[in-house]
């Protein structure tokens, strides 16, 4: 795609895959836009299978030890993508500001990997996409994981099969994905990690909270009270480490300087393309 870009054969490059190709052509002109929705990146655990290693909380908490969040996404995003400590955001509907959260402590990690019988390590496959941002970060988090005791294995795949599995036939241990997409809110909540999701990611389980609170959620009307309920979610899946958060990626176009738009201005369903166009070139 960035060949293709470059030799003028396309205008525009929607995403740009990753921060180095956003600095690389920038550098050679192009013009790149960042956006205010992005994508949450997150370890999804199979906890749908009721034989899976990940019902046991312990392994789930011990992945969001064993892994760096800051230095990952500063080496990976170069200054663009942000840590995500906990799962909403800081800016968003769902951050609580005093919710204690699992810092980069690999001691933590090896300490639980024992106590739950695995002082030897625990091998655990990481399905991720084939495509270079997706890869760099595979190959990260393993570097990171094998530190803490884990014995990674990285099972890249194309498209195709790993949005079959994503959404349809589900993983084995852990699926390296997004989540949320513009921004975090009840509607969110409701679309991705809920008992009736849009987006229904095939090996996330859900807990009997999530099952009583449901029901009573997409009842709410008021705008505070779903704000509160958020909040109440958002937690109940960080403190049972149903996820394990990562970064967030800036929504990010790169194009020519004659291309004119504002693609992801509504987030990154709505486009207004009567607003787009481009000058004589």
């Known amino acids: 795609a960035s060949l293709l870009l470059q030799s003028g054969n396309v205008d525009a490059w929607l995403q740009g895959s990753a921060a180095k190709d956003w600095k690389e052509l920038a550098a050679k002109g192009f013009v790149v836009q960042h956006y205010w929705p992005g994508l949450p990146q997150a ?18 908490e011990a992945l969001e030890y064993a892994i760096d969040k800051n230095a990952i996404a500063n080496a990976l995003g170069l200054g663009f993508y942000k840590p995500l400590p906990q799962i909403a955001p800081s800016t968003e509907w769902g951050y609580i500001p005093d919710l204690p959260v699992r810092s980069y402590n690999p001691a933590k990690a090896k300490q639980l990997l ?6 030897n390590g625990l091998p655990i496959q990481i399905l991720i996409q084939n495509v270079p941002a997706s890869i760099d970060a595979g190959q990260a988090l393993k570097q990171y994981l094998d530190q803490a005791g884990f014995k990674t294995e990285l099972d890249v795949a194309d498209p195709g099969r790993y949005f079959a599995s994503v959404f349809g036939t589900g993983w084995k241990d852990l699926a390296y994905m997004f989540y949320g ?9 409701i679309s ?49 480490a149903r996820l394990c958060p990562l970064w ?13 738009h504002e693609i992801y201005k509504h987030g990154f369903i709505r486009w207004d393309t009567e607003n787009f166009w481009m000058d004589p070139h």
């Not at 370890?43 to 789930?60: A, E, H, I, M, V």
Request: charge should be neutral; charged fraction near 25%; glycine fraction near 2%.
């Open 43 to 60: 370890l999804f655990p199979n906890t749908k299978d009721p034989n899976s290693k990940w019902q046991d909380k312990r392994l789930r």
């Open 114 to 119: 024992a106590e739950a019988g695995y002082p």
């Open 181 to 189: 997409m513009n921004n975090t809110n009840l509607e969110m909540y």
């Open 192 to 240: 991705w990690f809920s008992i009736d999701p849009k987006s229904n990611l095939a090996s996330f389980g859900r807990t009997p909270y999530q099952q009583q609170k449901d029901k009573e959620v997409v009842l709410i009307a008021d705008k505070a009270q779903q704000e509160a309920a958020t909040a109440d979610l958002m937690r109940h899946l960080y403190v049972e």
């Open 248 to 260: 967030w990626v800036p929504a990010t176009t790169v194009q020519y300087p004659y291309v004119h």
